[in-house]
């Protein structure tokens, strides 16, 4: 499959929130077994309006450079990147891949765009933040691949 790579435009949006939404059932699914259904509850009472909210403010609020990737026509993943003020460090804030397309270097292709990116816009230090939880696997899998270190993070939640 041929991927490439290009600037994210305002037709993209919805196919772009539609594959993300389901790109990341199984995170939320994850996260439910993981906290159990009081605090999951209660920490993600509507996740898919939070999340469609987010992709859409990183893909129209202009603090986020875009880019998408297509396998023909078809959008099948993105990425948002968002550089420091003060110059010399971005992250990488959103990333999906369409569920259809998992497995085939979409991630990849767009973890190392974006690190590129970054690079040629003077960043010296990258960053990529992800979850612990089983869900996330094949995203820690796919930035450790692309050279980026781990920093252990614990966040715990408890319901009162």
């Known amino acids: 499959?041929?991927?490439q790579v290009r600037p994210f435009e305002a037709r993209d949006?919805?196919?772009?929130?539609?594959?993300?939404?389901?790109?990341?059932?199984p995170v939320y699914e994850s996260f439910a077994k993981v906290l159990g259904p009081e605090v999951f509850r209660r920490q993600y009472p509507d996740w898919r309006t939070s999340q469609r909210k987010e992709v859409e403010a990183?893909?129209?609020?202009?603090?986020?450079?875009?880019?998408?990737?297509?396998?023909?026509?078809?959008?099948v993943g993105f990425v948002a990147v968002v550089l420091e003020p003060e110059g010399g460090a971005g992250s990488v804030e959103l990333l999906a891949v369409d569920p259809d397309h998992q497995g085939l270097g979409v991630g990849a292709t767009l973890t190392d765009f974006a690190s590129t990116w970054m690079k040629e816009a003077g960043v010296t230090l990258a960053s990529i933040w992800t979850g612990g939880d089983?869900?996330?696997?094949?995203?820690?899998?796919?930035?450790?691949?692309?050279g980026y270190t781990a920093l252990p993070l614990v966040r715990y939640y408890k319901a009162l």
Not at 14 to 23: F, G, M
Not at 66 to 72: H, L
Not at 138 to 145: G, I, L, M, S, V
């Open 58 to 75: 990183a893909c129209t609020e202009g603090k986020a450079h875009v880019w998408v990737a297509e396998a023909g026509a078809e959008v």
């Open 1 to 3: 499959m041929q991927i």
């Open 134 to 146: 089983p869900g996330h696997a094949p995203a820690r899998r796919t930035y450790e691949k692309a």
């Open 13 to 25: 949006l919805d196919p772009i929130v539609d594959l993300s939404l389901r790109a990341w059932v």
